[in-house]
């Protein structure tokens, strides 16, 4: 099983995600496509859990090698994914992770910043819950129906006969009717679920219908374009739109809507008719016809009751035929009888009763072989329209990322063996508008900058962890295959990234020996990797600080594939104890500006050891503070 070789998953998550999810493919598509909050659900595993899981299927779990590189990275996705105008695509940002083999990624998110096509309404596909009418009878269990529909087994005594008392049957496998019953269907054993429970089927195309669509018109191009060839689906146009019409089942819906109506309609228009007929007949009698009924009163009722009698008929043959051209549209015949012959005329309600279900019936029939009909040739295809959807998400992800470079003015950095080199990287999570910093370390930098060890000293807040950050931003990014947030920049391939944050303060001694213990397995062993640490020297007093770090920085340089930047106040004291000259660079403050905020060069002077800003701090509380502090301040500032 491919769960049990992810790192912390034994034998026995692995089998309660799979028992969750019901196949082990299920889980490590949900892990691909970064749904953690879904894998969350389950009964024990946490998000963070599901986060790291994520992050091992995806990628280098190793490669962030501290708390604070897995923070860096997920504040970098976080930031990438607010591009995105698509929640899946969302998802699956977040769960981007460095890679080994990051050309391909290079590859196509360099086509998609070329490339401005945005893909909207694009959702990852789902199944519909719920519960369906349909019996499917099967000696065989198909257990991933029973939770959408009754799942019967015929006993031996049984046949299919036992089972017309439901309407709506699937039976799979042998035995079945010879003529298949109204609203049946009798298919072989191994059918596919889709087509066993084609409600399930079409109501999976209904609900993820506006995702379909967009696999019907990508458009054809070169570039990235190139990659919609696979998964664009231009047949499937004529399926989704003849799932949406319903025109049969909507006509027969509607003739029975105006059946009674109508019929009550024509009842009281026969009255009407034929006693304004009886009026006409009084209205005609001549003097003559007066004369002759004295003479024969017998006569002049015959000749009465005849045109009556045609009255009567004539208005019943106008509003039968009217029903009739009702019933014709959807193949229905209209009974001649349907008007009682005998005065007063009255509907046949029996007869009309009949119509109704009769219509009732034609509507489930017509849905019914609608929808197997729709089965029939959607079943095939639904596999490829997952697949393609899902690919399109995918795709959508470079697209979002292209934008994002964009946005950003990032660049494709260059891959190197070694080291890092930002020309006027920017630190883009940080508020306002970013300083443009130059640095390099390591072989790929300029040719005064390839030291693979360093000290980074200077001002209070005048961006040291800034820089620190910048520089592990632009290594994940790159390690992702993604551009990086600079005019131009080179990273050496390296297994780990490691950043140090700074220290909350001086540890007991056992968390101290922990602590050391961890630095040392880091700085001692032969993997590439970069070193970002944030004053280590918190972590004890100063000096005995300066005396570990300087053996610490001497065991990392011993190693050819290890990078070290270290920000420190006390760089004096490590070069001291190192007993050797070392690389130190500084960010110097220059000042105050009229809103008393520091005035910073936030690029590093090389081989520059950097005043720290305690006169400044003071300068500027001094500005604001007041009474008794104010003179205080003024105080310690005359010591400078």
């Not at 998964?231 to 009674?260: F, G």
């Not at 209205?283 to 016809?289: A, E, F, H, M, V």
């Not at 992702?480 to 131009?488: E, Q």
Request: aromatic share 4%; charged share 25%.
């Amino acid at each position: 099983m491919v769960l049990k070789a992810l790192p912390g998953v034994g034998a026995g998550l692995a089998r309660k995600l799979t028992d969750h999810f019901g196949t082990e493919d299920k889980v490590l598509q949900l892990l691909a496509d970064g749904q953690t909050e879904v894998i969350a659900e389950v009964e024990g595993v946490s998000q963070k859990r599901a986060d790291s899981l994520a992050r091992s299927f995806n990628g280098m779990e190793d490669f962030l090698a501290t708390p604070e590189s897995i923070r860096l990275h997920k504040e970098l996705v976080a930031s990438i994914a607010n591009h995105a105008v698509n929640a899946s695509t969302r998802s699956r940002i977040r769960s981007l992770m460095p890679v080994k083999d990051i050309e391909s990624r290079r590859e196509i998110i360099a086509q998609a910043m070329e490339c401005d096509f945005i893909i909207e309404g694009l959702r990852i596909p789902s199944e519909v819950d719920g519960n369906y009418d349909r019996v499917v009878v099967s000696k065989n269990p198909i257990d991933q129906l029973k939770r959408f529909c009754r799942v019967l087994t015929p006993s031996e005594q049984e046949t299919w006969k036992d089972y017309k008392v439901f309407k709506s049957v699937t039976w799979v496998g042998p035995e079945g009717p010879a003529q298949t019953p109204e609203g049946w269907l009798v298919l072989p054993e191994g059918a596919s679920v889709d087509m066993i429970l084609p409600e399930k089927c079409v109501g999976w195309f209904e609900h993820n219908r506006e995702s379909l669509e967009l696999l019907t018109n990508l458009p054809e191009g070169q570039g990235f374009y190139s990659h919609f060839n696979q998964i664009r689906m231009p047949q499937l146009r004529e399926l989704l739109d003849e799932m949406a019409n319903e025109a049969d089942a909507e006509a027969i819906a509607d003739v029975r809507d105006k059946l009674w109506p109508l019929a009550k309609e024509l009842e009281k228009r026969i009255h009407d008719e034929v006693d304004e007929a009886m009026q006409n007949v009084k209205l005609d009698l001549s003097g003559s016809d007066m004369l002759e009924a004295l003479a024969d009163a017998a006569s002049l009722q015959r000749k009465l009751a005849q045109q009556t009698s045609d009255a009567i008929e004539q208005a019943i043959e106008s509003a039968t035929d009217e029903l009739a051209n009702l019933l014709s549209d959807v193949g229905v015949r209209c009974p001649r009888t349907i008007f009682k012959s005998e005065w007063p005329t009255k509907v046949d309600r029996t007869t009309l009763d009949g119509i109704d279900s009769q219509l009732e019936e034609l509507w489930k029939t017509t849905q019914s072989d609608r929808l197997i009909s729709l089965a029939r040739r959607l079943a095939p295809l639904k596999s490829k329209c997952e697949s393609s959807l899902r690919k399109l998400i995918e795709l959508d992800q470079w697209l979002t990322i292209g934008r994002w470079a964009k946005s950003v003015n990032a660049v494709m950095p260059e891959i190197s063996k070694h080291g890092i080199a930002l020309k006027e990287g920017r630190h883009l999570l940080i508020d306002g508008v970013p300083d443009p910093v130059d640095y390099g370390l390591g072989n790929c930098a300029d040719a005064e900058d390839r030291q693979s060890i360093a000290l980074l000293t200077g001002a209070n807040s005048g961006g040291k962890t800034t820089m620190l950050e910048l520089l592990a931003h632009c290594t994940i990014l790159a390690h992702m295959g993604l551009p990086v947030p600079a005019k131009s920049a080179k990273v050496g391939r390296i297994e780990s990234l490691h950043v140090l944050a700074k220290a909350g303060g001086t540890q007991s001694a056992g968390a101290l020996e922990q602590t050391l213990l961890q630095l040392a397995e880091v700085v001692s062993n032969d993997n590439s990797k970069l070193i970002l640490a944030d004053e280590l020297e918190a972590i004890t007093e100063p000096g005995a600080g300066a005396r570990i770090i300087a053996g610490m920085l001497e065991a990392a340089e011993s190693h050819a594939g290890t990078c070290m930047l270290l920000v420190t106040h006390l760089a004096p004291s490590i070069i001291e104890a190192a007993g050797k000259e070392m690389r130190t660079d500084g960010i110097e403050a220059r000042g105050l500006d009229e809103n008393l905020e520091l005035i910073v060069d936030r690029t590093p002077r090389r081989n520059h050891l950097a005043r720290s800003t305690p006169e400044l701090i003071v300068r500027r509380l001094v500005e604001r503070s007041q009474g008794d502090a104010r003179n205080v301040f003024n105080s310690i500032l005359g010591r400078f």
